[in-house]
Structure formats: C-alpha cells, structure tokens
C-alpha cells in the first residue's frame, strides 16, 4: 500500500497525468478532478452483494465486477462501484467505456453529489444505456434509482424505490433491497455495540 502519499496540487488532471500514481492507488478521474475514494465497509459489503445479484443473471459474454476504471476521455476515467462489461476485456483495465453495459454507482456521505450528477452526466455521455445509482444512507430504507438515456442523451430517471427492485433490462435482476436494509441495519447495530 502507498505510505504517505504527496500529490502535486492540480485542478486539471487529464488519463496522461494517471500514470505518474503510484500503481497500487485507486482513484477516479472525473472532468479533470482526481478523487482519491474512502469506502466504508458497509459500502464495500453492500457493493459485493450488488455484484452477487447481479452475476446471478448475468448472460455468457457478460461479466460483473467492481471498481474497474472506464476509459472515457482524456478528462474521465470513472470506477463504478459495480460494473457490467463484455468478457472481451477481462484482462484489461481501464475498459473503453462503450464496452459497459450497466453502470452501478452506491452513494457514501461525500459521493451524493458526485454519483447523482457528476458521474450521471460523464456516463450519459459516453453512452452507457443503464445506470443505477443506490443510496445506503437513508433511515428508513436503502434507495435504488435507475436512470436512461432520454431524448436529449441525458440520464432520465425511470424509477426509484425501496422495495424489491426487478428489471428485465440489461438482463433479468431481483434485488431485494429491504433485506439489504435489514443487513444493513444489524451491521450498524453491531458496530454500535461494539462502542
């Protein structure tokens, strides 16, 4: 792991500047910004267990993983929480960007803004058909929001909820979210406990 990490002070940083990081620190570009993401462990399991779903669906010549780097753009190289892609580039990173077919983004206190708009607009442009953004920071219940192109190629989104998420599309998936939510809420319960 990268001990003390010094990064030159920049407010543009294009995929070039990426490889003068060390190799072993994961990040994101998004429009020239370099973010250096904190997952928490709740964010992490929540995001594992998106992939499990997922997979379970998942047809041949697909294939889900998480934090993979996307080529975009010289200003964007986004790590979607969960990722779809073809299995053409299972041993690559980043993926070129139109090789993703669902873009999973899960929301932590410092992302909100970031996943719901930054990153929305980076993927509507490059393309992306599915983006579904899950918000694990609600009280009353993990929320997930799927979004699509619309007309003008901007994200619109089709639906939000709290309860049993199903869509035939790209491929056939059912989430339970309100047993991520109890998971969720006996995970904290423990931590508190702990305390």
Known sequence: MTAALSLPQRQDWTVDDLASLPGDLLYELIDGRL?????????????????LVLEAGCPPG???????SLKVNSRNEPRPDVVVIS???????PVPVEDAVL????????????DMYAKAKVYAAAGIAHYWVIDPLYEDGIVLSQFRPGANGDYEMVGSTREVFTTDVPFPVK??????????RLL??????QD
Do not use: C, K, W, Y
Not at 35 to 51: A, D, F, K, M
Not at 62 to 68: F, I, Q
């Open 35 to 51: 973010i250096l993401p904190s997952p928490t462990p709740i964010h992490q399991n929540l995001g594992v267990r998106v992939l």
């Open 62 to 68: 697909l294939m889900v993983v998480t934090d993979l």
């Open 87 to 93: 299995v053409d580039h299972a041993n690559r990173s």
């Open 103 to 114: 873009a999973v983004e899960v929301i932590s206190p410092e992302s909100h803004f970031r």
């Open 175 to 184: 989430l339970d979210l309100p047993a991520l939510t109890a998971q969720r």
């Open 188 to 193: 904290l319960e423990g931590a508190r406990s």
